[in-house]
């Protein structure tokens, strides 16, 4: 994986879009399309930097990621604490632990566009020692779009949130890199 410590540099947590954020954490898996919802195969892989000198995988630490489906909703469609929806209302919402070389992937679709925003992935990382991250990665072909102008929740993102989506064999697949600051 290429990793950018541009998000170290440049991304500041208090310009980081939080989007909405859930309570009671969904069960641990790589793949989050629990109701193989239709929709462009999707691998994305994460890398969880820390410590002190920002360098450091972080072994353990725990990667959530959300989005819409391929018509563009939420499942389930409010906020709320996750526990009080069925399980069959629950998709595309997971989390995952990281490695001891602070990786870790999911698969699922590729979102569609929700409402007028361009399409986005949701992330909250969290580690011993580190606070919580919750922010929003982009897909790089849509920046400078229509898409992009409109966007009403998010403007002028960071360089380091917009990842770079290839097809490998008809899987849309992406890799980014978190760099956690270290507690205060």
Wanted: hydrophobic residues 30%; glycine residues 8%.
């Amino acid at each position: 994986m290429r990793r950018s410590l541009a998000f170290a540099e440049r991304c500041s947590e208090r310009a980081i879009s939080r989007g909405s954020v859930r309570e009671n954490r969904p069960a641990s898996r790589s793949s989050i399309n629990l109701q193989n919802a239709p929709g462009t195969p999707m691998r994305v892989s994460a890398l969880v930097l820390g410590g002190t000198d920002q360098q450091t995988p972080l072994a353990g630490a725990t990667v959530e990621l959300w989005h819409a489906d391929s018509g563009g909703q939420y499942h389930p469609h409010d906020d709320g604490d996750i526990s009080q929806y069925r399980r069959d209302q629950i998709n595309l919402r997971g989390q995952s632990t990281c490695g001891t070389d602070g990786r870790t992937s999911f698969r699922s679709i590729v979102p569609a566009h929700y409402g007028n925003r361009r399409r986005h992935l949701h992330w909250r990382i969290t580690a011993p020692g580190h606070p919580p991250l919750v922010t929003q990665t982009y897909w790089r072909d849509e920046k400078g779009t229509p898409y992009e102008r409109s966007d009403p929740v998010d403007r002028n993102p960071e360089e380091c949130r917009w990842v770079e989506f290839r097809d490998d064999a008809g899987t849309v697949v992406g890799e980014i890199a978190f760099i956690l600051a270290a507690a205060r």
